[in-house]
């Protein structure tokens, strides 16, 4: 199986500490999408990528969370000075994305980060 | 604000009976409109999706569901459910040109055998 791979599954962290996630997108899909999901909540759309350029960013990405993807394929998101706030499910999402072709988004299994 | 509302968030229903799930978005425009499902300790899968064309769209496992744009819904339906169909079930959104999915806040599905 090909799909969206995130890593960590898992992370518990302390309040104050930085994390980092990982994710690999469908190897020949161009746009890669952060998002969050906290409890009884729908997934909330964060940043996303085509290829290496962040191309928007939601206003949920406080100045705390950074995210890259250096040469086009997988990406990281980072959380510096964590807080209990940030405890949620992290989603990473891909797709294929060509010119007048509409395209789906494939979801990875997520990062739950709980923060204490 | 814009916004994609799921209602009965809480589903319980027997085997073999009718499920619907309603899905209305405040959008205007063209949208591109999703339902994903999510079964027990597994990620996201599209169940189905809608670009243009047909209304009435199918999608996998006999789940289908209809776009009436009058209506601003996209409701998704199955005729006969299963055990296998205890899931949360989510509506998505995105207005073309827009590169986020918006979600509702999701159905919780339980099919009692």
């Known amino acids: 199986d090909t799909g969206v791979s995130q890593d960590p599954r898992h992370k518990i962290t302390k309040r104050g500490q930085n994390v980092t996630f990982r994710c690999d997108p469908i190897?020949?899909?161009?746009?890669l999408y952060w998002y969050r999901q906290t409890l009884g909540q729908g997934p909330e759309f964060l940043t996303y990528?085509?290829?290496?350029?962040?191309?928007?960013k939601s206003r949920l990405l406080s100045d705390r969370f950074s995210a890259e993807r250096p040469k086009g394929s997988f990406s990281t998101l980072e959380i510096q000075r964590t807080e209990q706030g940030d405890s949620a499910m992290y989603l990473c999402?891909?797709?294929?994305?060509?010119?007048?072709?509409?395209?789906?988004?494939?979801f990875g299994p997520g990062t739950r980060l709980t923060v204490t | 604000a814009q916004s994609v509302s799921q209602h009965n968030h809480h589903v319980i229903l027997s085997e073999a009976a009718s499920l619907e799930l309603g899905c209305n978005y405040s959008?205007?425009?063209?949208?591109?409109l999703f339902w994903y499902v999510q079964y027990p300790g597994q990620h996201l899968q599209l169940l189905l999706k809608?670009?243009?064309?047909?209304?009435l769209v199918k999608g996998i496992k006999g789940f289908e569901a209809e776009f009436i744009k009058s209506k601003f819904s996209f409701n998704l339906r199955k005729p006969s459910v299963q055990w296998s169909d205890t899931a949360e079930y989510f509506c998505?959104?995105?207005?073309?040109?827009?590169?986020?999915?918006?979600f509702g806040k999701g159905n919780q599905v339980v099919v009692i055998p």
């Open positions: 999402a891909s797709s294929l994305e060509t010119s007048g072709r509409r395209a789906e988004q494939y």
């Open positions: 190897s020949e899909h161009n746009r």
């Open positions: 990528f085509q290829n290496e350029a962040q191309l928007e």
């Open positions: 959008y205007g425009g063209t949208v591109n």
């Open positions: 809608y670009f243009s064309g047909d209304p």
């Open positions: 998505a959104v995105n207005p073309y040109g827009n590169n986020r999915l918006a």
